[in-house]
């Protein structure tokens, strides 16, 4: 026997009160509450369509409430491409118990059986003209009660919300210039607050000298504890001249040692190390090896560079703190602060506001320690503290540098009758909340230090970490897929979009994609062979009808495609790049086709893939955080550019609809065949294989001296 | 402190200001104006660009004095839900972003173009989009708004 709350959504299981989710409030609106956070990617707006339909009311009488650890379902983290999948199965359960309660109490007060009731935005009305309403019933049904199995959502057929392209809830306020976003909360009596960080992370503060900042006009206190240091002031610009000021009077210990930048696979892969067998096949038949192919592939430190800087407000009441944040997390965040803080959970409110895009673990729960910190020294007034771009680009967390080597044993005609896939890298994750030591950079910093967190990687079945995306979707023999995480971290990463999967794809697909033209074989032709998998071969086939593969040879252009299903388990995308140039390349356009099963919001998906393609994009072009012995020198957009308006390819996305087939996320599934599909169109125009990201003009020259 | 002039969206303003205080402080310290964002305070993202005359410029590294009886326009000025610019329902209805954090300078820089070309090809308008920074991927959908505002504008 299975327990009776296995068979609810994941999310709902652990936060089954059906008031913790939905409640009809007065003026006849009804407050939706996910555990979910908005990031930019359309979140709130999905998560009202799947109400809207399963209650019947109108979209416009959802109102979304923030999530807070006051009174959210825990739904953990806002990342994975989980959100849809895990919040979006368990409001669909709970408003569809919802929708059946009222509708029996509508069947008792109107006396007429339920099955002749209907709901016409929020209107139950009967034969005879009877009618009531979930805000007339509202005193009557309590929602008090914990979900049960029975309730059966509308059959996608039946839908008439989810499904379409539901214009996003957040947009208005984004396009007038109203405040929404954290950093455009102007609570009374705010004060604002900079933290001193070293230019050299890791670096200890040794000594300080307050008294310059001291006499910076409207500073409201210098908040110190241990080797943290801060600024309080009446404005951010007392709160930058009397951070100004104490940075001169700052004597920091020698930061780094950091690796030798151009020689990441070199330093990765010397490192004390973690060895785990992620996945291992035997070949039913034994066939020999003619030979093995063995490649290996590498990929930089990527910085998740949000546009706007982290940014955070804390206000202390006694010993209970309130907490404002764009973290994807907010109860984990509660739980680190109540380890740093030494309070219990109960003391501390977390609360999300709407951030930039976070892309990951960037530094948004940094700066709520820091904010909680810095407010001490407040008297009790909110403080508000924003990271600067330097910090940003330096001091957050960074996604992993991998070096990925795949060896490939072929027969005499070039069939892979063998694969060894080995990867060295970080661990791709350090979130908070985890474990019995905070995650947050300034626990790092205060008297009593916690050590920094060593990174580690999510279970292979919640997706892996290092390892996403490195078991083959292929039918392949045999193959033997491992993972080396370090035991070292100079250089502090975490959480990336995709975490591991953009490597690993981007090794996959071109080493197949070589053995496929060692073969003679087109690529989408050999890639079909090996797919066993319906869904799989349909966005494959899709991609190349849709941009007419393979179009014919033209001089300084070039083709190439990229698939992988995001985890093994998630959305199915196949990319097609298409790019020109003989050294110095611009990827002119890319053809995709993705299937997340029902697409709530088919306009949200489309956006989802093509940003995802663009960043992709940027990524495998230009982007790697640079550095050397003592420090990261990649502090500014200038020495860290990412795509521009002009280098932006043609986005063009094609969805498989699958209205019956349960949702999964769309905001990772292209990078890994973006990045892959680039680099083998790369190949097809230049001849060349760039096995190192980025692929730059440097490393494109240096690829054809070595061919050559 | 010194007293410095100007037009706020077409509001004439008046601030006492030390003039080397940067007017995206002025802007979101004391006049409550928030669509202006910070993003670097180096002039290289576009976060917080503002319209000039009619060139969108980065507030965040400009000194008040320079602003001194100067004509500015952020998106408050530039439409509001009642009567919205164009370039602010072709946003919507291009659902020209994710995130959003950029779109307020970006939204500035593209009605600054429109000011001095009305219907600018799409490579002008990646051309004058160029000192803005989108970290979500949605330029294009940007650059589809813009060129459907600009299109509005000339067939109304």
């Known amino acids: 026997m299975t327990s009776p709350s296995s068979q609810l959504p994941v999310s709902l299981a652990a936060n089954p009160r059906l008031s913790s989710w939905v409640r009809f409030t007065d003026e006849g609106r009804v407050a939706i509450s996910p555990g979910k956070v908005e990031i930019g990617q359309g979140i709130v707006t999905a998560l009202a369509q799947i109400a809207a339909d399963e209650l019947d009311v109108d979209i416009s009488r959802v109102q979304m409430i923030r ?44 006396g007429v059986d339920s099955s002749r009731l209907d709901i016409d935005d929020g209107t139950i009305s009967g034969p005879g003209n009877v009618r009531t309403s979930y805000w007339e019933l509202a005193g009557d049904v309590s929602l008090d009660h914990d979900a049960t199995e029975g309730a059966i959502a509308k059959s996608a057929a039946m839908r008439a919300v989810a499904g379409h392209s539901v214009s996003r809830v957040d947009i208005p306020d984004k396009v007038f210039g109203r405040p929404r976003f954290i950093h455009d909360s102007l609570l009374p009596g705010l004060l604002h607050g900079r933290v001193l960080r070293p230019d050299a992370p890791g670096a200890k503060l040794m000594a300080l000298d307050e008294g310059a900042a001291r006499a910076v006009p409207g500073l409201v206190a210098i908040v110190r504890d241990g080797g943290f240091a801060g600024v309080v002031a009446d404005s951010e610009a007392a709160a930058d001249a009397a951070l100004k000021a104490l940075r001169k009077g700052a004597a920091w210990s020698a930061g780094g040692p950091l690796p030798d930048e151009d020689d990441l696979a070199g330093f990765l892969r010397s490192q004390p190390i973690e060895t785990t ?105 909110p403080v508000r503290v924003q990271w600067s771009r330097h910090d940003e680009m330096s001091h957050a967390p960074f996604g992993a540098a991998m070096a990925i080597e795949i060896a490939a044993d072929l027969d005499p005609d070039n069939n892979i009758v063998g694969w060894r896939h080995d990867i060295w890298s970080n661990g791709h994750a350090a979130r908070p909340g985890r474990a019995a030591q905070p995650a947050l950079l300034a626990a790092s910093e205060i008297e009593n230090p916690s050590p920094r967190m060593l990174s580690t990687n999510p279970p292979t079945a919640n997706g892996g970490g290092g390892d996403r995306n490195s078991v083959p979707v292929y039918d392949l023999p045999a193959w033997t897929i491992t993972s080396h995480r370090l035991l070292t971290m100079p250089v502090r990463t975490s959480a990336l979009r995709t975490l591991g999967a953009q490597g690993n794809v981007f090794a996959i697909e071109s080493l197949l994609d070589e053995i496929a033209a060692l073969r003679g074989e087109d690529p989408i032709a050999f890639r079909l062979r090996h797919l066993r998998d319906e869904r799989a071969r349909e966005v494959v086939r899709v991609a190349a009808r849709r ?68 960043q992709a994009t940027s990524w495998v072009l230009k982007e790697r955080v640079r550095f050397d012995r003592t420090g990261i020198t990649s502090t500014s957009w200038s020495d860290y550019p990412i795509l521009t308006f002009s280098e932006a390819p043609v986005v063009d996305v094609e969805i498989i609809h699958r209205p019956d087939i349960a949702p999964v996320g769309a905001g990772e599934a292209a990078h890994g065949p973006v990045t892959a599909a680039i680099a083998n169109a790369v190949y097809d125009g230049l001849g060349v294989r760039v096995r190192d990201l980025p692929i730059t003009r440097d490393r494109i020259i240096a690829a054809m001296e070595l061919a050559s | 402190m010194p007293t410095i002039q100007f037009q706020l969206n077409g509001t004439a303003i008046t601030v006492d200001t030390d003039p080397d205080h940067t007017l995206l402080d002025t802007l979101r310290g004391r006049l409550g104006v928030t669509s202006a964002h910070f993003g670097c305070g180096a002039g290289d993202c576009g976060a917080c660009h503002v319209m000039v005359g009619d060139r969108a410029m980065a507030s965040c590294d400009m000194p008040m004095w320079s602003v001194a009886d100067k004509e500015v326009v952020t998106v408050e000025g530039l439409g509001t839900a009642e009567r919205p610019h164009p370039l602010q329902r072709a946003f919507i209805a291009e659902q020209a972003m994710q995130c959003g954090y950029c779109a307020s300078g970006i939204l500035i820089s593209a009605a600054a173009l429109l000011r001095r070309n009305a219907s600018p090809t799409e490579a002008e308008v990646r051309t004058a989009l160029d000192r803005n920074l989108c970290r979500c991927g949605s330029h294009n959908r940007m650059v589809r708004a813009v060129l459907r505002a600009a299109s509005d504008m000339a067939t109304r």
């Open chain 1, 67 to 110: 999530a807070s650890t006051a009174s959210s379902p825990n739904e953990g983290v806002t990342s994975g491409s989980l959100s849809v999948q895990q919040s979006g199965r368990a409001l669909r359960h709970v408003c569809a118990e919802v929708r059946q309660r009222f509708l029996a109490a509508a069947s008792e007060r109107l």
């Open chain 1, 277 to 381: 067998v992620i996945d291992s096949r035997t070949a039913t038949s034994k066939k020999t090896a003619a030979r093995t192919l063995r490649r290996q592939y590498t990929r930089p430190y990527i910085a998740h560079a949000s546009i706007a800087p982290s940014c955070a407000m804390a206000q202390w009441e006694g010993d209970r703190v309130h907490v404002w944040t764009h973290s994807q997390g907010i109860y984990l965040l509660r739980a680190d602060l109540a380890i740093v803080l030494k309070l219990p959970a109960e003391n501390i409110v977390v609360e999300h506001m709407e951030g930039a895009g976070c892309y990951g673990h960037n530094a948004a729960d940094d700066v709520a320690l820091d904010a909680v910190l810095l407010a001490k020294g407040a008297g009790g007034r």
């Open chain 1, 547 to 614: 941009a007419q593969w393979k179009p014919s040879k033209r001089p300084g252009v070039g083709h190439g495609v990229g698939f992988a299903r995001y985890k093994n388990t998630g959305a199915y995308c196949a990319a097609i790049a298409e790019i020109e140039g003989t050294d110095d390349i611009r990827v002119r356009r890319l053809t995709l086709a993705v299937d997340v099963g029902e697409a709530i919001n088919p306009d949200g998906v489309i956006n989802q893939i093509e940003g995802g393609a663009i």
